[in-house]
């Protein structure tokens, strides 16, 4: 066993574990407390935590069979409702049913190709404006020439608005006057910095 110039004690088959039990001895020296975090399970020993997270997983379960139980109840009534129909009737309803899901998917591949070109026409230097605020114009809802004007729109209103508020930031109030009272009550002005 040997000592470096730091004072550690140094094993010749662990030079590491010397410098652990130097650490320990300073910790044990100083007479800090060093609490060491708890790990999941020693938390969920103690009973209140116990029953805190009992509570919640329950809540999730009941949540998720709730869910669950709703969707198995679409698809049984959507199975007897289609048992009682008629072939052709089955058909048309599948039909129809086929085609609003493809109405839907061709309006979220719009809204998607839409908010693609917002984002363009956002960054581009005439219409230059951050691009978060697209989120307030609805894709699904809104038709491809109305992108650019609203995009204008949106951008007048924001620079105005910004434009207001830094103007209202930027008004000068008038120097005060203060008496000194060092120098026998005499009134001074305060300079104006900006």
């Given amino acids: 066993m040997a000592w470096d110039k730091g004072g550690i ?3 010749a088959n662990n030079n590491n574990a010397g410098a652990v039990e130097n650490n320990n001895q300073q910790n044990q020296n ?8 708890k790990t999941f399970d020693e938390m969920l020993k103690e009973s209140n935590y116990q029953s805190e997270f009992d509570k919640k997983v329950q809540k999730s379960l009941d949540t998720a069979r709730a869910k669950w ?5 679409a698809k ?3 199975a007897d409702k289609l048992s009682k129909m008629k072939e052709d009737e089955r058909k048309n309803y599948e039909l129809d049913k086929a085609r609003k899901e493809k109405e839907e998917a061709e309006a979220k591949l719009n809204a998607y190709e839409l908010k693609e070109e917002a984002i363009k026409m956002a960054n581009a230097p005439e219409t230059k404006v951050d691009v978060s605020l697209l989120n307030l114009i609805d894709f699904r809802n809104i038709k491809a020439e109305q992108v650019e004007p609203t995009i ?8 105005e608005t910004v434009e207001k508020e830094v103007n209202k930031r ?11 009272q060092n120098n026998g009550g005499s009134k001074k002005s305060i300079p104006n910095v900006f």
């Avoid at 139980?69 to 109840?73: I, L, R, V």
């Fill in 9 to 11: 004690r140094m094993d």
């Fill in 152 to 159: 204008k729109n949106i951008k007048k209103v924001f620079d």
């Fill in 30 to 37: 100083t007479g800090a407390d060093v609490q060491v975090p």
């Fill in 69 to 73: 139980e709703a969707e198995q109840e």
């Fill in 170 to 180: 930027l008004k000068e109030t008038t120097p005060k006057s203060v008496i000194n």
């Fill in 76 to 78: 049984q009534s959507e």
